[in-house]
């Protein structure tokens, strides 16, 4: 029996990697189905969601901005009339007070270290049983195309400059593994979780809310550059399969960034009237400006060991930490779904009244 043959998961891949051999790929052509039979009801869902996002796409640039304010597609001021404004500072200060509405639904005892995990923007904790993983990993392997979730091997700085040995690849979960894997994740963790989690997230949601890829990354690739995912808070996640040290692609977060809405603002704002359509909305820091933002707020680089489970809120400024291995990074990376202000204040707003009843009959 080859080696290859008597590993699974984790150390699988780090073998295909060392052998330089192909990952399987899936034909998808054997389940060619017709139109008819691909439609679920799930699907028909769908459609206002598509609805949605055409509209937006068809806007003009100050309509955009107007009418979709507070939705969490709008990452960045779309005009420069807008750009030249506050508009972007007080949506970021309205997204973090409507964010901070979850701490109201936090129990007295828990209420400082949840307080401390929002303005920070993240938490970490120790996952110490990975045992049932390497299982899921070799089926998610095996059975999925991988995407590359917005992992791109060049900078978003629009000289479109190929990043020689960028590999990425990020395999969904199915529902049922999704599922399996909040049974693992259920069993290891502590009772402020799911606190922890919406108060990152910016709404009342659970570990069940959580849906997980498996991420292998090699090298540089655009997630390098020190960015902000959206001007609203995101929680994201990362689950160390590997012991990861500073050269194996840490995750990197700047402490404490998210709140700054006038710092944010200021960048963001920059980078429209810059004209950076690279970005996507998620605008970088570069050059002085990082320098700047590395001065005043505190990078946490989170290296550890396997089973190390990092959540964050990803509105604040993070990035993927340098690459120096002869190792691929593998990691499951997550997050909940992300919600606009409005639906955030909604859920915030039952999630506190439910709260206070129960604590006014107990
Ligand atoms: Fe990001």
Redesign the pocket.
Known sequence: MNKLDSTIGVKKIELLFAENIDFPSIDISQEKKSLIEKIRIKHLLWIPRLLFTRTYRALPKILKDIFFSLSIIHKSPASKMFARTRYDEFRILIDAKVSSMSLKAVPDHYVDVVKDTFNAGFYKTNLSDLSELDEIIEDVVNTTNPSHA?ARPYFKDGKNEKIEGSYSAYYSFSKEYNQKMNKILQSDLTNDFNYHLSALAGYKCTFDDIIYSLSVVYGANS?DEM???TFSSVA?GFLYLQDIDSNNAPFEYLEGSYADAKFRSKETNRAVLENDSHSSG?TRLRGQKLQEALKKYKLQSFTGSKGLFVLAN?AGY??KGIHNSSKPRIILACGVKRKGVISKFLINLVAMVKFKFIQERN
């Open positions: 917005g997630n960015h902000q995912d994201k998620s990803t993070h990035r």
